[in-house]
């Protein structure tokens, strides 16, 4: 009996996640007749059927599914004995490939980004910016170490975890005539203009199921997946828009926005750090997730101060 291969492994969880031999093919960078190859070999070596062919692609059989559960941890033991062994340096050092949804660049890096990458001169950091589904699809592609979500669909492969708990807010610019930091029902204000990200964006589904689920009435709506862009066009028009606190806690003081936290509907739009469950975090990349967290319990703490600076005004800020 041959051996089974790191190789058949890998080229095997792709086929289970990808469910389909050219998909898997180009996330491996490999021809499809190899894999296949590689794949048959493996089964050879089993002695076990893995996967149903189909025009429409493969289904795995008991014993795939079986197997899927042992090939994960075997490579996510070997790579974290890979990390073991580089960290023995031990100065923490090694690439980082991030990617971030655009509230969470916008948000998150600015005030901690210049501190780490003081501290940490050996890290080579890679920040990549798109929206969830996207980062989702460079994840399973190997681009990507880990990815800063918003609710990510449930996937084979995918190690899922809650980031942070998002507050909702309605940003508009001055014409709007809202109070700035008054929370807001939305169904109790007139229709709205609103400007909301296309369907690419977790957010998008969010937003929509809200609305449509508390009698909320909007006079019109324009998709827009630029954030700097939507920013600066509800400045000058009286649109609005609804995002995390993330995405405008460098707006705190601006006299061109209007910020107001959303009392009714409660719009969820948590954030979620998702990474390949085989590929464990090296201590480099655990140095930037953590620094992100620590930015995002600063920011949570800034936003509730501000918002209780504002109900009393009496009240130190």
Not at 116 to 137: N, V, W
Not at 181 to 190: D, G, H, K, Q, S
Not at 242 to 251: C, G, H, R, S, Y
Request: glycine letters at 6%; one cysteine or more.
């Amino acid at each position: 009996m041959a051996s089974t291969s790191l190789r058949q492994i890998r080229y095997f969880v792709a086929v289970f996640e990808e469910g389909g031999f050219s998909r898997a093919a180009a996330r491996e960078n490999c021809a499809q007749p190899a894999l296949s190859v590689q794949i048959r070999n493996l089964e050879e070596n089993l002695g076990q059927t893995l996967f149903e062919r189909s025009a429409g692609g493969v289904t795995p059989t008991a014993a795939g599914r079986r197997f899927y559960g042992h090939a994960v941890s075997i490579l996510r033991a070997v790579r974290g004995a890979e990390l073991d062994i580089a960290e023995m340096r031990g100065q923490v050092s090694g690439a980082v490939r991030a990617g971030l949804i655009p509230s969470a660049v916008r948000g998150l890096l600015p005030a901690m980004l210049p501190t780490f990458l003081d501290a940490h001169p050996r890290i080579e950091l890679r920040i990549m910016q798109a929206y969830s589904g996207t980062l989702i699809e460079w994840l399973h592609a190997g681009k990507l170490d880990f990815a800063l979500v918003i609710e990510p669909a449930v996937q084979d492969g995918l190690e899922i975890v809650r980031f942070s708990e998002e507050r909702m807010v309605l940003i508009s610019g001055r014409a709007l005539g809202l109070k700035p930091w008054r929370p807001v029902r939305l169904a109790a204000l007139p229709p709205l203009r609103l400007v909301v990200p296309t369907m690419r964006h977790g957010l998008r589904r969010n937003i929509e199921r809200s609305i449509k689920t508390s009698n909320v009435t909007l006079e019109r709506i324009f998709e827009m997946d630029a954030m700097e862009g939507t920013f600066e066009f509800i400045k000058r028009t009286d649109w609005a828009t609804i995002l995390p606190l993330t995405a405008v806690l460098n707006d705190l003081d601006s006299e061109q926005l209007c910020l107001n936290p959303i009392a009714e509907p409660a719009i969820k739009s948590d954030f979620y750090l998702v990474h390949l469950t085989q590929r464990p975090f090296s201590a480099a990349t655990q140095s930037f997730v953590d620094a992100l967290k620590a930015a995002a319990r600063a920011n949570t703490d800034a936003w509730d101060s501000t918002v209780l600076r504002h109900a009393d005004p009496a009240r130190p800020g």
